[in-house]
């Protein structure tokens, strides 16, 4: 099975640009979550969705960050503008009430540079 | 609400020799406990977890933790590393059934030849 995908692995961009980061969980997974790791910070829950509705997005720094996930197979992150202390690695992961385990499935991240 | 706490942030240890990689947790009610592996340049990847029932979890990769509830711990081990082991452990905590996870800092495992 595939696990969760992210596009793209590396992205660069100047600072006051739009960022979308993009996340395909894994079929049949209802829970979804945004995350950053940054080595001052560690790993940070920015959003979680449950059935595509955002369930707390307390996490979310500020309003130049926002999440979407228009259906069950296709979650966006985007950041506009940018800023350096944006740059970090922006992990999705998935999970599945179902398993009753909390469990959570990580793609491989989403290393953004803002110069 | 829930908290983790890692205690070491870096261990090094020789290749062959035991390791413990130590997490205390704080919560009012039950929970569930994880150690996620991340491997260089890769996602978190589950290495074992505690929902219930026996304290001891025997997980991936030789690893093994024991739940603690006395001591609110849930301490990671391993009686022989390798150099393949380095990478970094967090440890983690949700409510039972809550889904929404706290993980801790992270313990960078180092281990030298």
């Known amino acids: 099975d595939a696990g969760v995908i992210q596009s793209p692995r590396h992205e660069v961009t100047e600072m006051g640009q739009e960022v979308t980061l993009r996340c395909k969980p894994i079929?049949?997974?209802?829970?979804l979550f945004w995350y950053r790791q940054t080595m001052m910070r560690g790993l940070e829950l920015l959003i979680y969705f449950n059935n595509n509705v955002p369930i707390d997005d307390s996490g979310m720094p500020e309003d130049r960050f926002s999440a979407k996930m228009p259906n069950a197979s296709f979650s966006t992150l985007k950041i506009q503008p940018s800023e350096p202390r944006d740059s970090a690695v922006y992990f999705c992961a998935s999970s599945y009430r179902g398993d009753y385990t909390d469990t959570q499935y990580f793609g491989p991240g989403t290393r953004l540079t803002v110069l | 609400a829930q908290s983790v706490t890692q205690l070491d942030s870096q261990v090094p240890v020789f290749e062959e020799a035991p390791v413990e990689l130590r997490c205390n947790y704080s919560?009012?009610?039950?929970?569930?406990l994880f150690w996620y592996v991340q491997y260089p340049n890769q996602g978190l990847q589950l290495l074992l977890k505690?929902?219930?029932?026996?304290?001891l979890v025997k997980g991936i990769n030789g690893f093994e933790a024991e739940f603690n509830k006395s001591q609110t711990s849930f301490h990671l081990r391993k009686p022989s590393v390798h150099i393949s082991d380095t990478a970094e452990y967090f440890c983690?905590?949700?409510?039972?059934?809550?889904?929404?996870?706290?993980f801790g800092a992270g313990t960078r495992l180092f281990v030298k030849a």
């Open positions: 983690a905590v949700s409510r039972a059934g809550g889904f929404k996870t706290i």
């Open positions: 505690y929902l219930s029932g026996s304290t």
């Open positions: 919560s009012s009610v039950s929970v569930y």
């Open positions: 079929s049949g997974h209802d829970y």
